[in-house]
């Protein structure tokens, strides 16, 4: 509604410079924000109005019982960055409140509907996990204490939205992963894969194989410290993950990256002889014994321990890399596996390598190729190509970490391409969505990893969630951009690439 102004106040509005068009327009309502043209990532829709809601100290945030745990999430990051009390009341509450409302619709997980007047804000979804989501787009339209007015109607395109945390090539603390799993939701990362044990390292303490951890987890690459998690550790990080409707999917790689488990129990090898622990940065040159019925009764120990710490529906056995396996043990042993993990109500998720055995109808293909020549015919695949999605990959030629055998990953490398079309042989039904590795040879600090992570962490997450209609790099640079201040607020030591105008 034009706001009239007396002759009087133009006059010192045309002194003051302001131009004569502020006639037209009302000059006391806020613009439309750009803040909505900004999430990322991209939601299905989203509108500004004019006008916003100001959080004040009466401000509240209403909320049932089922959005509880939402609401404490809310009022732990509102309350912080506003400085306003923000009790939390029960639902109902009407005006100046920002509520979280269940409306028992059924619909696709993780779908909301955002609203913001003056009177206040609306998050309404069917499931918890849907109000929470919205709670990570409201984050991004909060500008102090206002968020301008506006709609937005959303919900993912893949329910698998991952990143993958190397913990066995070098090892995170609890408090490191969990800062990790923060900087992740906000994005609307669903999924963590965490990467337990490898050459270098064995990560999980194993009640009925203690060496495994104790010796195994005792170093790391280049002799750095090494460390594992105790089962009450994992636990923690399980429980906070899924306190962020976050999944957490652990992978203990099989048959072959095993030289830390061999190196704490000899019986594990075919001649007796344990190997020393490795610290190098190979790959390819170990393996279980497949003939040996002690592997066996060693993996059901393992992953019936593992299987009891995991709510999620899948474990990860890896399958990478088996050079020192015979191919014909290969397929004996991976078949053999699938069954022990389905014997303890476990789905598998597994490299891609897993379709030279047989695998069973729920197994999911992670697949990390480099050419998307090479099928992953499984009935459920999830894209991390490793020349498009494997954040240890150096941006360019001078970017002082990460790798570079797969390809130079600049952010546009990271953020053009389709996980739903990427494969030619895997139909778009059989695409479970997307995940971004970050291998640790030689990232050895949450700073490090911050650095390889961000920004392309971001342009994955946009890939895993929004509708591929919104897939224009013009567009998703200005949302990048905008990001930066919120990484710089975090202490997120992000890559500034030239690729993109930083705020
Ligand atoms: N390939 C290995 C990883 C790691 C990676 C580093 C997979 C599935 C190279 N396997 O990626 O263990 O060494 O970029």
Not at 269 to 278: E, N, Q, S
Not at 361 to 379: I, K, R, S
Request: hydrophobic share 40%; net charge negative.
């Amino acid at each position: 509604m034009p706001v009239k102004l007396g002759r009087e106040v133009l006059a010192a509005l045309v002194t003051a410079g302001v131009c004569a068009a502020a006639v037209a327009e009302p000059v006391v309502a806020d613009p439309p924000s750009t803040a909505y043209a900004e999430i990322l990532p991209a939601p299905v829709s989203a509108r500004a109005d004019r006008g916003g809601f100001t959080i004040d100290r009466h401000t509240t945030i209403s909320a049932g019982p089922g959005a509880r745990g939402v609401a404490d999430h809310l009022a732990g990051i509102l309350r912080p960055s506003t400085g306003r009390p923000l009790p939390i009341v029960p639902a109902g509450r009407r005006g100046n409140t920002i509520a979280l409302t269940m409306d028992g619709s059924d619909g696709p997980r993780e779908r909301y509907r955002l609203d913001v007047n003056g009177r206040g804000v609306t998050i309404t979804a069917g499931r918890a996990d849907g109000l929470f989501a919205g709670v990570q787009t409201l984050r991004q339209l909060v500008h102090g204490h206002t968020v301008p007015a506006g709609n937005v109607t959303d919900a993912p395109r893949f329910a698998y939205r991952g990143a993958m945390l190397d913990v066995a090539r070098h090892y995170f603390t609890v408090a490191q992963v969990e800062r990790y799993i923060d900087e992740l939701v906000q994005y609307k990362i669903s999924v963590l894969h965490l990467h337990l044990t490898d050459d270098q390292g064995w990560r999980l303490m194993i009640d009925s194989w203690p060496r495994l951890a104790a010796v195994g987890g005792s170093t790391a690459v280049g002799g750095d410290p090494g460390g594992y998690y105790t089962q009450a550790q994992y636990r923690a990080i399980v429980e906070y993950a899924a306190s962020r409707f976050m999944t957490v999917i652990p992978e203990i790689d099989m048959p072959g990256h095993v030289n830390a488990a061999l190196a704490a129990y000899p019986e594990l090898t075919c001649d007796g002889v344990a190997p020393p622990l490795y610290t190098g940065t190979g790959v390819g040159f170990s393996s279980l014994c497949v003939p040996k019925e002690i592997t066996y009764q060693f993996l059901d120990d393992v992953i019936g321990e593992l299987a009891a710490l995991t709510p999620g529906p899948y474990l990860h056995i890896g399958g990478d890399e088996a050079h020192a396996t015979s191919r014909a043990d290969y397929v004996t042993f991976m078949n053999r596996v699938q069954g022990i993990v389905a014997a303890h109500g476990k789905r598998v998720q597994a490299w891609h390598q897993i379709a030279a055995a047989t695998p069973l109808p729920g197994t999911v293909a992670q697949y990390w190729g480099t050419t998307n020549a090479e099928v992953a015919a499984a009935t459920g695949v999830v894209l991390s190509p490793a020349n498009l999605a494997y954040l240890d990959m150096k941006y360019n030629d001078r970017t002082p970490l990460g790798q570079d055998w797969a390809a130079l990953i600049e952010v546009r490398d990271a953020y053009d391409w389709d996980p739903g079309t990427y494969l030619p042989d895997v139909p778009s039904s059989a695409v479970r969505g997307v995940e971004a590795p970050l291998w640790t040879e030689n990232l050895r600090t949450p700073d490090e990893l911050e650095y390889m992570a961000f920004p392309r962490l971001a342009a994955i997450a946009e890939l895993g969630w929004s509708p591929a209609s919104t897939h224009d790099w013009d567009a998703f640079k200005v949302r990048l951009a905008a990001q930066a201040p919120r990484w710089r607020a975090q202490g997120i030591d992000f890559y500034p690439s030239t690729q993109i105008s930083w705020r």
